[in-house]
């Protein structure tokens, strides 16, 4: 789960991390009052998205497309300035390299006072799956694209694994903060600052915490100028305010109504739908669909216990997509009975007056009573006995790839 | 032989007394796993009703181990308690075998939950941690066996395929797969869909290389991280043993989560292609769907005298 970098500011500054000053704003009379109030003849104006790129990216008018402003991040040295920025951006549509061509509208925006920056640094925590561990990364080259420096200039990464059970040494700090260059007060700040941070990751259960850039002020302070905070989805049960910090507006609609019927379904460019039990085994349905010519609409796992009312919402939202024109049906049954499966589907095509062609293929767990209940029925539903066989045939019954 | 699981091990089942654990309780004794009790806190002294038959259940894994010489725990236990449940049972196993297997079958445990186990059972070089949120392991024998997890017992049947997996259902294709040729499993183990977990695919390779029940092994991974890479390379210095392989997600588009946790391509990092072009590059004999699993397997056979 992904938050602004607004919300982000405010967990940073909770965490006695050193921000700058900012204000969360909706409208435009609400960045000019942010500009009186900050009392910074310099604000940075920033679009709030879930993506990164903001500052190259584009704003495009939602409606007609056309070309408003480049960057959707500006700095601005007086009122008017502020004015133009923030009208340019709200309610504006910001594609960035992260986004795709669609782009995001922007709703919110952030105000931030401006600093006096002595040099910009990159700095992120995250869970290393090679080490499994917490890992703390840091550059010199601030405000590049990190992928870029990993790339060109790897030696100018340094890292930290902390381990779990003694937690950030203070030798890890000093190291960390020599290899960037910094010595007295400034490595002083950063270290308490690393250890502000290293907290705040494990009580609030991050996956990633992102700081691109973090500077050094004139003054030997280290300060987070930016913000991107990953929670970790596992960890929800344990955290009641995340349901005030997730921005509904930034994730697809159909996938949190999956969600919460305990399915876990991701829209894809293609016409074939898919329903499978088991993240793997959708993978791989949507992959052999592929393989043999068709282009799959979707990823959907009804997980391992799904019941007939579970089957039927998975169809409705299968259904949902206009493109679909096919589904392919993949149910290799463990816990989960074929013969259950098989009542599933057919109520559901009923229920759902399903008109467009089905192949079901079953295998496991009571495969034979399913396979007649299938058969039985007078619906327009094909049986395939493996899963290539059922890719085949809904490729053939839509008519072949798109 | 088999790996890790021998087919009479004597398992515990951790949560025992909840729907999830009484329910699976009851299809391993089913199938003939020699459970021995479970652990669940505050109901120790109490039986649990598992095909007709009583089973103890005790307070602690320390007095579940001590009472039974149990090889081997499964843990249906839900995720907030989960990741205590893997130390508590690793602890045990520790300070009274100095080994012990714990397979860990919940799914939704949080990621620095798991760092702490994880690191927690590695500073235990006696105990293995299998999963979590995976299928289990099997080892299946001539009448019955010894199925720790989730999976359909019926399906599998004692042979030499060993097989290892990320994912669930994709190891239950694998196992349809090498019966569709007439060749049995030795083991099969889900090390599980999550970003960190216990027992790798590396460790697996290793164990099947040296068991001698085992002649072939199949490798089934999926998009995200680059376990499926490093295994590829050390299998191609360590592992004589044929090897197929898949793996699931060349579809799956940049920067989404596909079901499983770590199943996500990031910064085009960890794709299917990168995987597959390593398990080649290994020498590693790739299917390219599921349903060839069997007839790929069939080849590597031939080609080195098996069949």
């Known amino acids: 789960m992904n938050i602004h970098e607004y919300q982000g500011k405010t967990l940073l500054r909770e965490n006695n991390v050193t921000v700058l000053e900012g204000v969360h704003c909706t409208n435009v009379e609400q960045a000019l009052a942010a500009y009186d109030s900050l009392g910074s003849k310099i604000v940075a104006v920033k679009s709030q998205i879930h993506a990164g790129g903001r500052g190259k990216g584009t704003l495009y008018n939602p409606e007609t497309r056309e070309h408003v402003m480049d960057g959707g991040v500006k700095i601005a040295f007086s009122r008017e300035e502020v004015e133009t920025y923030a009208t340019n951006i709200l309610g504006n549509v910001l594609v960035t390299i992260q986004t795709g061509d669609e782009g995001k509208l922007v709703s919110n925006l952030?105000?931030?006072?401006?600093?006096?920056?002595?040099?910009?640094?990159?700095?992120?925590?995250?869970?290393?799956?090679?080490?499994?561990?917490?890992?703390?990364?840091?550059?010199?080259?601030?405000?590049?694209?990190?992928?870029?420096?990993?790339?060109?200039?790897?030696?100018?990464?340094?890292?930290v694994v902390v381990d779990p059970n003694a937690g950030l040494l203070g030798f890890q700090k000093r190291d960390l903060g020599m290899a960037l260059g910094l010595s007295g007060a400034a490595l002083r700040s950063f270290g308490k600052m690393l250890s502000n941070m290293y907290s705040m990751f494990v009580a609030e259960d991050c996956v990633m915490v992102e700081i691109n850039p973090l500077v050094r002020t004139g003054a030997d302070e280290i300060v987070a100028l930016d913000s991107k905070i990953s929670f970790d989805e596992n960890a929800e049960f344990r955290h009641k305010k995340w349901d005030d910090l997730r921005d509904l507006s930034e994730e697809e609609d159909v996938e949190i109504r999956a969600k919460e019927t305990g399915l876990s379904y991701v829209k894809l460019d293609g016409n074939i739908g898919c329903l499978v039990n088991g993240a793997g085994l959708a993978m791989a349905t949507m992959d052999v669909i592929k393989l043999y010519g068709g282009e799959p609409a979707n990823f959907l796992d009804v997980g391992g216990g799904a019941n007939e009312e579970q089957v039927k919402t998975a169809f409705s939202i299968i259904m949902e997509d206009p493109n679909v024109k096919g589904i392919l049906v993949n149910i290799f049954g463990g816990i989960m009975r074929c013969d259950i499966i098989a009542r599933g589907v057919i109520a559901a095509t009923e229920a759902l007056s399903l008109e467009v062609p089905l192949v079901v293929r079953l295998a496991g767990t009571n495969v034979d009573e399913g396979k007649k209940i299938l058969a039985a029925s007078t619906l327009n539903i094909h049986a395939a006995d493996d899963l290539a066989e059922g890719a085949q045939k809904i490729v053939a019954l839509i008519g072949g790839g798109q | 032989m088999s790996i890790w699981i021998e087919e009479d091990a004597k398992v515990l089942v951790q949560g025992i007394t909840g729907k999830q654990g009484m329910f699976h309780a009851d299809k391993m004794v089913e199938y003939g796993t020699n459970?021995?009790?479970?652990?669940?806190?505050?109901?120790?002294?109490?039986?649990?009703?598992?095909?007709?038959?009583?089973?103890?259940?005790?307070?602690?894994?320390?007095?579940?181990?001590?009472?039974?010489?149990?090889?081997?725990?499964?843990?249906?236990?839900?995720?907030?308690y989960a990741?205590?449940?893997?130390?508590?049972?690793?602890?045990?196993?520790?300070?009274?075998?100095?080994?012990?297997?714990?397979?860990?079958?919940?799914?939704?445990?949080p990621t620095l939950d798991m760092v702490k186990a994880v690191a927690y059972v590695e500073n235990r070089p006696g105990i293995r941690l299998i999963g979590p949120n995976c299928p289990g392991i099997i080892t299946p024998g001539e009448?019955?066996?010894?199925?720790?997890?989730?999976?359909?017992?019926?399906?599998?049947?004692?042979?030499?395929?060993?097989?290892?997996?990320?994912?669930?259902?994709?190891?239950?294709?694998?196992?349809?797969?090498?019966?569709?040729?007439?060749?049995?499993?030795?083991?099969?183990?889900?090390?599980?869909?999550?970003?960190?977990?216990?027992?790798?695919?590396?460790?697996?390779?290793a164990a099947f290389e040296a068991d001698p029940q085992t002649e072939a092994i199949i490798m089934i991974g999926e998009i995200g991280g680059n376990a499926e890479q490093e295994a590829a390379a050390w299998a191609a210095e360590n592992v004589t043993k044929p090897i197929v392989g898949f793996v699931a997600g060349a579809t799956a588009p940049p920067g989404k989560r596909m079901g499983h946790a770590g199943a996500i391509i990031s910064g085009g990092k960890g794709t299917a292609e990168e995987k597959f072009e390593a398990f080649r590059e290994a020498g590693i004999a790739c299917a390219m769907d599921p349903s060839e699993l069997g007839a790929v397997l069939l080849e590597s056979l031939k080609a080195v005298g098996l069949r």
């Open chain 2, 35 to 80: 459970i021995v009790g479970g652990c669940t806190p505050g109901k120790g002294g109490q039986t649990v009703e598992l095909q007709g038959k009583p089973y103890p259940v005790w307070h602690s894994m320390t007095d579940a181990i001590d009472a039974t010489d149990a090889d081997a725990t499964v843990i249906y236990v839900p995720p907030p």
């Open chain 2, 83 to 109: 990741a205590e449940a893997i130390m508590e049972a690793a602890d045990a196993f520790d300070f009274i075998k100095g080994e012990g297997v714990i397979v860990c079958i919940t799914e939704g445990i």
């Open chain 1, 110 to 159: 952030y105000v931030e006072a401006g600093c006096d920056i002595a040099h910009e640094y990159y700095l992120a925590l995250l869970v290393d799956r090679d080490t499994k561990s917490v890992l703390i990364m840091a550059s010199t080259e601030g405000g590049m694209d990190i992928e870029d420096v990993a790339h060109n200039t790897p030696e100018l990464i340094h890292k």
């Open chain 2, 143 to 205: 009448t019955g066996g010894a199925k720790i997890g989730i999976m359909p017992g019926h399906i599998h049947a004692k042979g030499r395929i060993g097989i290892v997996s990320k994912s669930g259902t994709l190891t239950y294709e694998a196992v349809a797969q090498t019966m569709s040729i007439n060749e049995g499993q030795s083991t099969c183990i889900g090390i599980g869909g999550d970003p960190v977990n216990g027992t790798g695919f590396i460790e697996c390779l």
